[in-house]
């Protein structure tokens, strides 16, 4: 049974930290997105990859947020320095061929700043 | 861009009754319409989706309609259970590279 793989599941650290999220798509996808999800706003965008390219990150605080595909098989989310506003959820989907299609998404990693 | 709007965003039904859940869209030129189910500490996962040369699909005891001219479509879930029980999002797209857009969500509470 296919599935997106996010690690880790729950992460909590301090303010200033580097936080790392990480995410291995679906075997044979080639579109990526990286979302945050929070009761204020639900679920925002913050980075598209389609065959490993960065198209669209416009929805991400480019100061301190930073998303990377090193590999077909690793996505991954960077928070450097982390601040206690990015406490969330952040899911990783992915899906075949365009984005207008089927999103399958990840459990999520649950992001606690203190 | 696409915006989508999502209501109710919180609806409380009793087992058995039936459940409606309505978005709205802004681009006329979205063509694909996908609902997903979220569950307590999961991600979303698609239930069923809709593209705009159909107008009505069913699978089970959910069922999607689209109304094209009035852009608008909703989720319709017939004879609930407590496992409906979860939080629900519409999202449109224009497909291509395209990315969907989700409403805000409705969470729905099915009663014993």
């Known amino acids: 049974d296919a599935r997106v793989t996010q690690t880790p599941r729950d992460k909590v650290t301090e303010m200033g930290q580097e936080v790392t999220m990480r995410c291995q798509p679906i075997l044979g996808h080639n579109t990526v997105f990286w979302y945050r999800q929070t009761m204020m706003q639900g679920l925002e965008l913050l980075a598209y990859?389609?065959?490993?390219?960065?198209?669209?990150d416009s929805g991400m605080p480019k100061d301190r947020f930073s998303a990377e595909m090193p590999d077909a098989t690793l996505a991954t989310l960077k928070i450097q320095p982390s601040e206690p506003r990015d406490s969330a959820v952040y899911f990783c989907a992915s899906g075949r061929d365009s984005p207008g299609d089927i999103q399958y998404f990840g459990a999520g990693t649950r992001l606690s700043v203190l | 861009g696409e915006n989508v709007e999502q209501h109710p965003s919180t609806l409380s039904v009793q087992e058995g009754d039936s459940a409606v859940i309505k978005c709205t869209y802004s681009d006329s030129a979205s063509n694909y319409f996908p609902w997903y189910k979220q569950e307590l500490g999961k991600g979303p996962q698609l239930i069923i989706d809709i593209r705009s040369n159909v107008g009505e699909k069913k699978d089970q005891r959910i069922a999607v309609t689209l109304n094209k001219t009035a852009k608008h479509f909703s989720l319709h879930i017939t004879e609930t259970q407590p496992e409906d029980s979860a939080v629900y999002f519409c999202?449109?797209?224009?497909?291509?590279?395209?990315?969907?857009?989700f409403g805000r969500g409705t969470s729905l509470i099915v009663h014993p």
């Open positions: 999202a449109a797209s224009k497909g291509g590279s395209y990315i969907p857009t």
């Open positions: 990859f389609r065959n490993r390219a960065p198209l669209d």
